[in-house]
Nanobody, 114 residues
């Protein structure tokens, strides 16, 4: 059974930082492309960052220079380091793993507010 479990969300002030983690099980982690997506209230889910099995990365324009995606294949975990957070970053953040099938976590809420 495939599981993706996100953690690390919470309430943070504008300008602050958070690190999200997503622990995977049930897949051959190292061959999967991994991503973080987010969905704000009333909006569609959008791509935040991707990291391929070969370690190339891609970011949404709105987070370039502020967010960093990384992976630890030994720990079956993907991370999203989020710096200089803005209120517009408030959303539920979802982890995604893709090879021949997309798998999703249940999400973790990030709230950026003073």
């Amino acid at each position: 059974q495939v599981q993706l479990v996100e953690s690390g969300g919470g309430l943070v002030q504008p300008g602050g930082s958070l690190r999200l983690s997503c622990a995977a099980s049930g897949i051959i982690f190292r061959i999967y492309h991994l991503g973080w997506y987010r969905q704000a209230p009333g909006k569609e889910r959008e791509l935040v960052a991707l990291i391929a099995s070969g370690l190339s990365t891609n970011y949404a324009d709105s987070v370039k220079g502020r967010f960093t995606i990384s992976r630890d294949n030994a720990k079956n975990t993907v991370y999203l380091q989020m710096n200089s957070l803005k209120p517009d970053d408030t959303a539920v953040y979802f982890c995604n793993a893709y090879y021949d099938t997309h798998y999703w976590g249940k999400g973790t809420l990030v709230t950026v507010s003073s």
